[in-house]
């Protein structure tokens, strides 16, 4: 589905040698790809600058407990970062999620059911070595 | 041969069933980490071993806890230690199913297909029995087959 980013079309960030530097183009990216790419490294770069920037939810494995619906529908004007997304979210709230106009999402999990998504949704991770430092992007999921 | 759940009650009751990867990962399987794990830590995750709590990382070239393993390591690192066990095979990446696809012994569970590119003989167990497939297709029907 493509609709516009409605809170940020570009986070960045840095964190000891690494530099996050994501632009998105639409209001959900599913972050998914192979094993080991860094995703939740990022997850947890990203999660670090919730200390400062009021505009960004994170939510992972450790919320496992907790209702998401209700924090997701709590929210507003946010980022919301879920890694662990495919033990995290059921259909219920996948489908909230699709419908959501109050917030943008970053989801990093594989399975896009019940999000209404389309290849313009699905992003891979990219990391780059620059000298002593790694930039980590996103391009689209072939 | 891996064995495949589709449905959990097909679980057998004498099974556990486990979800959080990670976290049983940390808590548990990290006490058995040896020499078997090399190899899939290098395959899957780029990191190398370097003792029994720390690895090498392929980002940052620096020591870091085990713990930084991706989850799709982790649980085919839970299904290698723990092949009594059943576990969450969701937030595995191709590279990790390939590897798992290919395991002697093991337990998995999904409610939809996760299939690699490059797989090996499974047994699938439902509310029909188990059976053996070792072909992609016929393997995703029974998956997509009714629950």
Redesign the interface.
């Known amino acids: 589905m493509k609709s516009k980013p409605l809170v940020m079309d570009h986070f960045s960030t840095v964190h000891t040698s690494f530099i996050v530097n994501f632009r998105f183009t639409n209001n959900i990216t599913i972050l998914m790809g192979d094993s080991g790419t860094g995703k939740t490294a990022a997850f947890s770069f990203i999660r670090e600058c919730m200390a400062v920037n009021p505009n960004i939810l994170c939510i992972n494995y450790l919320d496992y407990q907790s209702d998401i619906q209700d924090m997701i529908r709590r929210s507003d004007g946010k980022l919301i970062v879920i890694d662990n997304a495919d033990i995290l979210l059921n259909d219920d709230t996948r489908k909230y999620i699709s419908l959501d106009d109050k917030n943008q999402y970053l989801i990093i999990g594989r399975n896009p059911k019940n999000l209404f998504a389309t290849k313009e949704n699905l992003f891979e991770l990219v990391s780059k070595k620059m000298g002593e430092q790694t930039e980590l992007t996103i391009k689209e999921y072939l | 041969m891996i064995t495949i759940f589709k449905n959990r009650k097909d679980i057998p009751g004498d099974m556990e069933y486990v ?2 990867n ?2 049983f990962f940390n808590q548990n399987t990290v006490s058995f980490i040896d020499k078997q794990a090399e190899k899939i830590i290098e395959m ?4 190398k071993l370097i003792s029994k709590y720390k690895i090498y990382s392929r ?2 070239e620096i020591a870091l806890d085990i713990d ?6 982790k649980t085919v690192l839970n299904v290698l230690y723990y092949p009594n066990k059943v576990f ?1 095979l ?7 199913l390939e590897i798992l696809y290919h395991f002697e012994n093991g337990h998995v569970f999904s409610e ?1 297909a ?1 299939i690699p590119f490059i797989m090996d003989t499974v047994a699938v167990q439902s509310e029909s029995g188990k059976k053996i497939i070792n072909d992609y297709e016929e393997l995703r029907e029974w998956w997509d087959s009714e629950k």
């Open positions: 979800e959080l990670d976290l899957i995750d780029g990191s980002f940052d930084r393993l991706s989850t799709g390591c969450c969701k937030e595995c990446g191709n590279n990790a939809y996760l």
